[in-house]
């Protein structure tokens, strides 16, 4: 497409005439709408490519989500179990032996100590 400020354009508009200048809306008016095609189908292939990303990531997700209820529900059903009887043998033998305690006391303590007893806040009087 030429430059409207170039000396041919002016030059070519000014012999053209009116029937010229009609031609060069028509000419500028076909080559709008194809960039305007060109962008629109870019615009499919961009929003198609990013459909079947997200599509991949859904699929990738329901996998992992399936795989760890899975490792989950194994744990509550047998790690969980078998932990807590070994804490509870731990326990037991901390009483039998008092020098085990602080031991035990390093590595099975709560962690979420219970909550201070402070002063209680009171909401303004009206």
Same mark, same amino acid.
């Given at each position: 497409?030429?430059?409207?400020?170039?000396?041919?354009?002016?030059?070519?508009?000014?012999?053209?005439?009116?029937?010229?200048?009609?031609?060069?809306?028509?000419? @500028? &008016?076909?080559?709008? *709408?194809?960039? #305007?095609?060109?962008?629109?189908?870019?615009?499919?292939?961009?929003?198609?490519? =990013?459909?079947?990303?997200?599509?991949?990531?859904?699929?990738?997700?329901?996998?992992?989500?399936?795989?760890?209820?899975?490792?989950?529900?194994?744990?509550?059903?047998?790690?969980?179990? @078998? &932990?807590?009887?070994? *804490?509870?043998? #731990?326990?037991?033998?901390?009483?039998?032996?008092?020098?085990?305690?602080?031991? =035990?006391?390093?590595?099975?303590?709560?962690?979420?100590?219970?909550?201070?007893?402070?002063?209680?806040?009171?909401?303004?009087?009206?």
């Amino acid at each position: 497409m030429t430059d409207p400020t170039s000396p041919e354009f002016q030059s070519s508009n000014a012999l053209a005439g009116p029937a010229g200048s009609s031609e060069l809306v028509f000419q @500028t &008016l076909r080559s709008l *709408r194809q960039t #305007l095609q060109y962008v629109l189908v870019l615009l499919i292939l961009l929003s198609g490519s =990013l459909f079947v990303y997200l599509l991949r990531e859904v699929s990738t997700v329901r996998r992992q989500n399936t795989e760890l209820t899975r490792v989950v529900s194994e744990y509550q059903r047998i790690g969980g179990p @078998t &932990l807590e009887e070994f *804490r509870k043998k #731990l326990v037991d033998y901390a009483h039998a032996h008092p020098d085990f305690g602080p031991i =035990l006391g390093k590595y099975f303590t709560a962690t979420n100590p219970p909550p201070q007893n402070g002063p209680v806040l009171l909401p303004p009087s009206q």
